[in-house]
């Protein structure tokens, strides 16, 4: 008869303990940038739990009405709720930035497993590309873009993640380089191993880690992207509701209406830096480093 470890006596106790620990190694700062991503999560995926309203109902007679108690964050113009509208636009804004992230990070994985594994040649000549496009900053970039592709959410998408595609190939070289000239590497080419195995088995899982960090903080500078490209009329338009979008719309209404423009922008700094402390806790984790 064998006997599983939660029916050992105080092993529950035990592993209580050591989830509480782990909590509060965390740290204040960290726990919160998690649980706000949570609920930004839960805002994105099932926003009617949060918001009772509907985001594009306008009623004219309640409009830009100030926060109270049956319009937490107050109504625009058109006399919209703007909690609600914030709430759905988690969706539009998340969805933009981890997108372009997710396209990014594949394109820029596939450019910097090239540029490593590669001819010295094709190494150079990739890498040089990748230095004349890192000089530009990355919203420059995706303005070229979206120039030559026009408007739109999906267009904004593709543009960002294009402009992103330098800074992760740069750190999928560097890896590959490393893992090129590792001892098991060597093993398993004396063992006759494919080249294919060879790359799926042994360099792209030990090149994932370095990607995977700076993606989870690209998340955030994506989205601020995004929204700036929703702002300019570049990516998603009204009346969706979107943050960036939502920003644009009531730049006219500041000094009647700051409720309008000042929640939008605030969900956008907390969700970003929110991003960036979860982020800067996985790059430390992965380093070995101390938070």
Same mark, same amino acid.
């Not at 529950?12 to 050591?18: D, M, S, T, V, Y």
């Not at 590309?129 to 030559?148: C, K, Y």
């Not at 799926?200 to 998340?219: E, I, K, M, S």
């Given at each position: 008869m064998t006997t599983t470890a939660s029916e050992i006596p105080g092993w529950p106790g035990f592993l209580a303990a050591r989830a509480t620990r782990s909590v509060l190694r965390a740290g204040p700062g960290l726990i919160a940038a998690v649980l706000l991503l949570g609920l930004v999560t839960v805002a994105a995926l099932w926003p009617g739990l949060l918001a009772r309203y509907d985001p594009d109902v306008i009623d004219l007679a309640a409009s830009l009405d100030g926060p109270n108690a049956a319009h937490w964050f107050g109504t625009d113009q058109l006399g919209r709720d703007v909690f609600a509208r914030v709430v759905h636009g988690a969706r539009h804004s998340l969805l933009l930035g981890i997108s372009a992230t997710a396209l990014g990070a594949v394109g820029g994985a596939m450019v910097g497993l090239a540029a490593g594994l590669g001819g010295r040649l094709l190494d150079g000549l990739l890498m040089r590309v990748a230095d004349i496009l890192l000089a530009f900053p990355e919203l420059l970039l995706a303005l070229v873009v979206i120039s030559v592709m026009g408007p739109g959410? $999906?267009? /904004?998408?593709?543009?960002? !993640?294009? &402009?992103? #595609?330098?800074?992760? +190939?740069?750190?999928?070289?560097?890896?590959?380089?490393?893992?090129?000239?590792?001892?098991?590497?060597?093993?398993?080419?004396?063992?006759?191993?494919?080249?294919?195995?060879?790359?799926f088995r042994h360099v792209v899982p030990?090149?994932?880690?370095?990607?995977? $960090?700076? /993606?989870?903080?690209?998340? !955030?500078? &994506?989205? #601020?992207?995004?929204? +700036?490209?929703?702002?300019?009329?570049?990516?998603?338009?009204?009346?969706?509701?979107?943050?960036?979008?939502?920003l644009s719309e009531g730049r006219n209404f500041v000094e009647s209406a700051w409720w309008i423009v000042v929640f939008p922008g605030a969900a956008i700094a907390a969700t970003v830096v929110s991003v960036t402390v979860v982020g800067r806790a996985a790059r430390l984790r992965v380093e070995g480093r101390p938070r």
């Amino acid at each position: 008869m064998t006997t599983t470890a939660s029916e050992i006596p105080g092993w529950p106790g035990f592993l209580a303990a050591r989830a509480t620990r782990s909590v509060l190694r965390a740290g204040p700062g960290l726990i919160a940038a998690v649980l706000l991503l949570g609920l930004v999560t839960v805002a994105a995926l099932w926003p009617g739990l949060l918001a009772r309203y509907d985001p594009d109902v306008i009623d004219l007679a309640a409009s830009l009405d100030g926060p109270n108690a049956a319009h937490w964050f107050g109504t625009d113009q058109l006399g919209r709720d703007v909690f609600a509208r914030v709430v759905h636009g988690a969706r539009h804004s998340l969805l933009l930035g981890i997108s372009a992230t997710a396209l990014g990070a594949v394109g820029g994985a596939m450019v910097g497993l090239a540029a490593g594994l590669g001819g010295r040649l094709l190494d150079g000549l990739l890498m040089r590309v990748a230095d004349i496009l890192l000089a530009f900053p990355e919203l420059l970039l995706a303005l070229v873009v979206i120039s030559v592709m026009g408007p739109g959410p $999906v267009n /904004a998408a593709v543009a960002i !993640g294009v &402009a992103a #595609i330098p800074t992760y +190939a740069r750190v999928v070289r560097s890896s590959a380089l490393v893992v090129r000239r590792a001892p098991y590497l060597d093993a398993a080419v004396a063992l006759g191993q494919s080249r294919a195995h060879i790359l799926f088995r042994h360099v792209v899982p030990n090149t994932l880690g370095p990607l995977l $960090v700076l /993606a989870t903080a690209g998340v !955030g500078t &994506a989205t #601020i992207a995004g929204s +700036a490209l929703s702002f300019l009329g570049l990516g998603t338009r009204p009346p969706v509701p979107e943050w960036g979008a939502m920003l644009s719309e009531g730049r006219n209404f500041v000094e009647s209406a700051w409720w309008i423009v000042v929640f939008p922008g605030a969900a956008i700094a907390a969700t970003v830096v929110s991003v960036t402390v979860v982020g800067r806790a996985a790059r430390l984790r992965v380093e070995g480093r101390p938070r």
